[in-house]
């Protein structure tokens, strides 16, 4: 146990003298940590459920002996309810095939929220592994009137306890030092469980094919599972589960119930710790600031006014701040594009690199500060608390369409992208709510979006003020919230049945947003964002190219559009002009909409090729124009105000990512729902825009 | 610009690109998935699947 740590007999040597595992309750700062101990990047927010997987980074000791740290996700028990909340426990019983079983337990606590916290440390010290306390947010204790003995708490809990302020780079030397300790006994103190049990468990442990360190803590938790539960344990065979059964039942004679048990004992036990190192002060004034922004931002009226203000403000500087460096790029793409036609002999090569790659690539890197504002606001709405009090006041109406109200950070998340929405789904703990908020959660409007909707509301509105625009994109978003809703409403009624559990979700203390975090997390995307333009979308852009060129015609003097509609991408959309056509949608557009079934902002890139021009991108004016000016073949224009909103109606509903896709596979373990998934919102985009396009030429609108 | 030089070079960009997407293809299916967009991971384990 203590470091440094033999080789284990048919493992290689081992380069680190001791494996670290950051656990506690959510939120209470354990990423904050983990990126400040390894100096990684892991995301951090003031909500709970952050951290959904496990997470490993190297560090090093006090005396530069290297470390594996692993920053496990939050949870309140290792009597776990979600699939996040195992990770944590697998991990430190050591059950996870391939991860090694913890040296050191660094346990996070909320020092203004000890007693809470405390269940977990009380369970922490049962399994005989070292235990480090890091008593997290003195800062805010303090501020709280909170004061903590300690000395008392150190005597009390029996294991080193370093006052940690993690933001601010507080207690890192002493946490170092105190997890470099050697030897590193293990802790010595617990709560003590009655003899009855005490006698039960050890018998049970003995039993257990586990290491002997881990048994008892294992024991234990077997004990204290409900019958469903314990028919549902797939990692012991079913003559430890009857001798389980049969122990519970000599509990319960022996007037012991042995589920609630060790908890009363647990608690009893915190209450003697709280009794001598916590003092409660007055917490009046800090109380008082939470509730009154409390009182307004969760009221049933001004909770939704705030909200959606919030939303509005953030599209409004999406459309006008982010226009000046949107013209630098766009004028940089077109001076790039004229130098290449400048400096290339006329050819396909010339046609490739300009209107292929330059006009494919630069009509996406275009987006980057739209992109960069987006994260900005999302990242100071994490940092400050307010998410979870959007998920409060969202759950009132989500309750009544059946979601989940931790369904909420899921969906909310996926507003940025639907990857690390669907991820953190793991934090919900029934199947069935899971699996629906999963199968809804890409009909949030993700970043991928944005260049959609800018170029069909600047072709729909093209005098239209920013405030218009941002209020077209801010329906657009609540259009896919509505779909999300309705859909949920659905599968909750047919497919997934079942009852919505109650939502109790911890309200983080409202904090100052880490200005230096969100600059880092915006930065961040820029780079991710980037790599993806000069990476995925470059080689699209190349292929998209050759399936809009090759095979050419025939006919030396045939016009550009004879020579598309002859390529594969023409004959293609020819193809499905048949189903679209319904949608007031052409040929050309339908290149665009099964170009882009791979990631959604390709579509602009490919309506920049098929209309053959230099500037792929939506703010240049021949591209704009050149759409405005397509025709039918009756001589109407294509891009009426109809046609322009049903596709982003289209946008909206249909799935077009192929990763989200792959992760819905990959979390659901199954081609079954992806399939489904995909099945769904393509009939639900086009139905949608069918209604917007045909209902709304019933109505006499263009 | 000699015809067959500008053909060639075109020939070995599309290349190039399908070659990109081939080589991610058979990285993803070692290493675990992740978007490219916005650089999230999945884990491959089992113990989130399903349950």
Known sequence: MSAPISTPASGPAREVTRYVAIAGNPNCGKSTIFNALTGLRQKVGNYPGVTVEKKTGRFFGSHGEPMELLDLPGSYSLQVRSPDEAVARDVLLGRQPGVSWPDVIICVVDASNLERNLYLVAQMLELHIPVVVALNMVDVAEQNGVVIDLMALREKLGVPVIPMVATKGVGFIELRQAVSRSPLPPPSICAQMPIVLEREVMALAKTLPVAPEVARGEALLLLTLHDKALDEVTHHNRAIIDATKTAQQRLR????????????????????????????????????????????????????????????????????????????????????????????????????????????????????????????????????????RAAFIMDRLMSKVGLHGKSFVPLLSSFACAIPGIMATRTIENR?????????????????????????????????????????????????????????????????????????????????????????????????????????????????????????????????SQALAHSVGGRLGHTIEPVIAPLGYDWKIGIGIVASFAAREVFVSTMGQVYNIEDADETSEPLREQMRAEKRPDGTPIFTPLVCLGLMVFYVLAMQCISTVAIVRRETNSWRWPLFQIAYMTVLAWLGAFVVYQGGRLLGFQ | MNPLLDQLAVVALILAALGYFAVRMLRKGKSGKSCGGCGSGATSDRRFRSK
């Open chain 1, 253 to 388: 004679t022996a007037g012991i119930d042995p589920i609630s048990a060790p908890v009363d004992a647990r608690y009893e036990w915190i209450g003697t710790v709280c009794a001598a190192a916590h003092h409660a002060g007055d917490s009046h004034h800090a109380l008082s600031i939470s509730d009154r922004l409390d009182g307004w931002l969760t009221h049933r009226v001004w909770g939704w006014v705030a909200f959606v203000g919030m939303m509005a403000l953030m599209f409004f500087c999406i459309f006008t701040v982010a226009q000046y460096p949107m013209d630098w790029i766009d004028n940089g793409v077109a001076w790039l594009a004229d130098w290449t036609k400048a400096h290339v002999p006329e050819g396909d090569l010339q046609s490739l690199l300009a209107d292929g790659i330059i006009g494919g690539v630069g009509g996406v890197i275009i987006f980057l500060p739209q992109i960069l504002i987006l994260f900005f606001f999302l990242g100071i709405l994490e940092d400050t608390g307010y998410m979870a």
């Open chain 1, 432 to 560: 069935k709510d899971r699996l629906v908020t999963i199968l809804v959660a890409p009909l949030m409007s993700c970043s991928a979006r944005l260049p959609v909707y800018v170029v069909m509301i600047a072709l729909m509105l093209p005098a239209a003020s920013a405030l218009q625009q941002a209020g077209i994109m801010l329906s657009m978003y609540l259009v896919g919230l509505v779909a999300a809703f309705a859909m949920a409403w659905v599968f909750k009624k047919s497919l997934l049945r079942g009852d919505t559990p109650m939502l109790l979700l911890e309200m983080p203390p409202y904090r100052m947003p880490s200005w230096h975090g969100v600059l880092l997390r915006m930065w961040e995307r820029g780079l991710l964002f980037l790599r993806r333009a000069g990476t995925v979308i470059l080689a699209l852009s190349i292929l998209l190219w050759a399936l809009l060129t090759y095979p050419k015609p025939a006919e030396v003097d045939a016009t550009p």
